[in-house]
C-alpha cells in the first residue's frame, strides 16, 4: 500500500452486513476491493496469509480477525518475516472504546511496525487505514525517567507487593506524611523546621499545608498537631511506623 496515501483515506467496499455477528471473512471482501482500487493484485488465503496483495515488488499481508488479541499480534508479526509491510484489518471499534482502548493498542501496533485497517460493515462498508507500518522510532520520555527515578531514591525500602491492585500504594509522599505523623504523635505539636530537624525532609511545609490524608492540623501560627485520623491512619503501617519510631 502507498505510504504516500494519507492516513485515514477510506472506501466504499461492496459487501453487505452487520458488525453484530462479524466473521473474519466478512471482512475480506471490502479490504479486497479497497486493494484492488489501489492497483494491488489481491489473493485471499495464501500460504496461510488472509490476504496477499502485490503490486510491481510490493507485496503487502493483511490478517483480518474479529478482534484484537496476542494471537493476532503473534501472527502479523510472523508475517514479516516473507512481506514487505503487515497490516491487522479489524471491525472498527465504537467511539466510546477507541478513546477508552485503543491509544494504547494502537502504540503497540505501531511500536511493531504494524499498520491498522478498521472496517465499517454496513450497507456500504467503509475502509479506513488508520496508519501504515512504519519504521518505529521510540520517544524518550526525559520527564517520566527524572520522576521514576526520584520516587525511587526517595523511598526507604520496598513496601509495595508489585501488581497487587485496591491497595493503597506506599508512596515517597506518603512515606513523608507518615514521618511526620510519627513524629507529632510522640513529641506532640512541631513547627516545620523541628520536624525537619528530625529527618522529616525538605517537603514537609508542603505536606502539612496541603494536609492531603487529612492527618494535620494547624493549632496556632506555624504549629502543627496530629488529628485523630492521622493517629489512626498510622496503624495500617506497621512496619514502617515502627521503623521510623525506633529512629526517633
Not at 117 to 136: A, W
Not at 196 to 223: C, D, M, Q
Amino acid at each position: 500500500m502507498d505510504a504516500s496515501m494519507n492516513e485515514g483515506n477510506k472506501r466504499r467496499g461492496s459487501v453487505t452486513r452487520k458488525a453484530a455477528g462479524t466473521r473474519e471473512a466478512d471482512l475480506y471482501g471490502p479490504v479486497r476491493d479497497y486493494l484492488v482500487a489501489q492497483g494491488y493484485t489481491v489473493r485471499g488465503e495464501v500460504k496461510s496469509c488472509d490476504i496477499t496483495a502485490v503490486k510491481g515488488e510490493d507485496l503487502l499481508v493483511i490478517e483480518l480477525k474479529r478482534s484484537f488479541s496476542t494471537a493476532l499480534l503473534v501472527q502479523a508479526t510472523r508475517r514479516q518475516r516473507v512481506a514487505d509491510s503487515v497490516y491487522v484489518a479489524l471491525p472498527k471499534p465504537p467511539t466510546r472504546k477507541l478513546r477508552a482502548d485503543w491509544r494504547g493498542i494502537q502504540h503497540l501496533l505501531r511500536r511493531l511496525e504494524l499498520g491498522l485497517i478498521f472496517v465499517t460493515l454496513s450497507k456500504e462498508p467503509l475502509v479506513e487505514v488508520v496508519f501504515h507500518p512504519l519504521p518505529y522510532e521510540p520517544k524518550r520520555n526525559p520527564r517520566g525517567r527524572r520522576a521514576i527515578l526520584r520516587e525511587v531514591a526517595a523511598r526507604s525500602g520496598d513496601y509495595n507487593e508489585g501488581g497487587s491492585t485496591r491497595q493503597k500504594l506506599l508512596t515517597a509522599y506518603r512515606e513523608s506524611a507518615i514521618m511526620i505523623a510519627c513524629c507529632l504523635d510522640r513529641y506532640g505539636p512541631l513547627q516545620p523546621r523541628q520536624l525537619r530537624a528530625l529527618g522529616t525532609g525538605p517537603k514537609t511545609l508542603s505536606i502539612l499545608s496541603s494536609n492531603f490524608y487529612h492527618w494535620f492540623e494547624r493549632v496556632s501560627r506555624g504549629v502543627y498537631a496530629l488529628t485523630a485520623k492521622g493517629r489512626t491512619e498510622l496503624a495500617s503501617y506497621p512496619d514502617l511506623v515502627a521503623r521510623f519510631r525506633h529512629g526517633l
